[in-house]
């Protein structure tokens, strides 16, 4: 079992930056890989990038692919999304998610564990 939990979210101008965290309990973090999603109001859940969990293999959106990156501290049991040139499209709740197994997948039923999810908010 694993639990999630998000924050770093916030209310960003255009073009700034923000660095969501997600916590993980568990003594088994290391095993498993895991993602950032995230859903806009209306809309469906959305992969976004996602890490082995070695922390040698990622793969991402091409939507935030440039802008975004996705890291890992096994040691502290969190993994991290920077996000720079933040834009207004980019507003959504953001969820990280775990999946057991070696493979990195962007389909969100492949996704084991999910947290609650922090909100993301980019002014024009």
């Known amino acids: 079992q694993v639990q999630l939990v998000e924050s770093g979210g916030g209310l960003v101008q255009a073009g700034g930056s923000l660095r969501l965290s997600c916590a993980a309990s568990?003594?088994?973090?290391?095993?498993?890989?895991m993602g950032w999603f995230r859903q806009a109001p209306g809309k469906e859940r959305e992969f976004v990038v996602a890490i082995s969990w070695t922390g040698d293999s990622t793969t991402i959106a091409n939507s935030v692919k440039g802008r975004f990156t996705i890291s890992r501290d096994n040691a502290k049991n969190t993994v991290y999304l920077q996000m720079n040139s933040l834009k207004p499209e980019d507003t959504a709740v953001y969820l990280c998610a775990a999946r057991g197994g070696t493979r990195l997948r962007v389909e969100v039923r492949e996704y084991d564990y999910w947290g609650q999810g922090t909100q993301v908010t980019v002014s024009s």
């Open positions: 568990g003594r088994t973090f290391g095993s498993y890989a």
